[in-house]
Nanobody
């Protein structure tokens, strides 16, 4: 299973970006999917996740600004990011978790089965 994240870039504060995570090798319907991010000098942190059934969870820092979605037919997960601020600057990673609970939303780096390589998001002030 391979995950390929794309859509990162440089944006001004207040702007928007849409990240995509294309999955190959197996249908994403078997996985809870998540987005994590890692800023320089910091640990990788949870951003948002979506269960196999479509339940979602967000870090407090992004609630109301970010939206995760999944398109099982396209085997792709998306992260719509609005009202970006410089604190959102990080490398963003998509992740897949094979927990069998269809309502399970991956929130931790532990238990993640597959990681994408990451895409850089830089927000200028």
């Amino acid at each position: 299973v391979q995950l390929q994240a794309s859509g990162g870039g440089l944006v001004q504060a207040g702007g928007s970006l849409r990240l995509s995570c294309a999955v190959s090798g197996r249908t994403i319907s078997f996985y809870g999917m998540g987005w994590f991010r890692q800023a320089p000098g910091k640990e990788r942190e949870f951003v948002t996740g979506i269960s196999r059934s479509g339940s979602t969870n967000y870090a407090d820092s992004v609630k109301g600004r970010f939206t995760i979605s999944r398109d099982n037919a396209k085997n792709t997960v998306y992260l719509q990011m609005n009202s970006l601020n410089p604190e959102d600057t990080a490398v963003y990673y998509c992740a897949a978790d094979s927990n069998r609970d269809t309502d399970y939303v991956p929130r931790s780096t532990y238990g993640i089965d597959y990681w994408g390589k990451g895409t850089q998001v830089t927000v200028s002030s």
